[in-house]
């Protein structure tokens, strides 16, 4: 390799952090969650997930890798404990986050978070007046609150 392309190759590696292209996973780090009932399409609330890692990013909207289902009374969240940057950086410095809409209706749920072969539980009971979290067994996550209020 000539000298002028080794430099370009040193500059290239150096360059790939601040561009966001080597991201590390972040399987160590501690979750916080909520589940709340936020109104984003008028006119009916909607019960959305918010789950928040430890780590500050240089983008608000960073994304925590992760696949979530829902099957019957169970809600369940597979992450990979990878973290991916935005396709728009929106320009705010904050944890990466997972922001889902769960189709969950008054009734009693699972909730499970699986992270590198750790499985966390826990039961979502959604009322006419409140969300409830009841705390099963805990690794990697913690909810930021037990009980969150429904929109009157």
């Not at 992450?79 to 705010?92: E, F, K, Y």
Request: charged residues 20%; glycine residues 4%; hydrophobic residues 45%.
């Amino acid at each position: 390799m000539t000298r002028p392309t080794a430099l370009l190759a040193v500059i290239a590696l150096a360059a790939m952090p601040a561009c966001r292209i080597l991201e590390a996973p972040a399987e160590d780090g501690l979750l916080t969650f909520e589940v709340r009932e936020v109104v984003w399409d008028l006119p009916s609330p909607q019960i959305v997930l918010f789950v928040s890692d430890d780590k500050i990013y240089p983008c608000l909207n960073y994304l925590i890798d992760n696949d979530l289902s829902v099957q019957n009374h169970s809600i369940r969240v597979a992450m990979s404990g990878a973290v991916r940057p935005p396709n728009v950086c929106l320009d705010a410095i904050g944890p990466a986050q997972i922001r889902s809409p769960l189709p969950v209706v008054e009734g009693k749920y699972t909730l499970e978070f699986t992270r590198a072969g750790l499985t966390d539980r826990y039961v979502l009971t959604v009322t006419a007046s409140a969300i409830q979290i009841t705390t099963l067994e805990t690794h990697f996550t913690h909810p930021n609150a037990l009980r969150f209020p429904r929109a009157a």
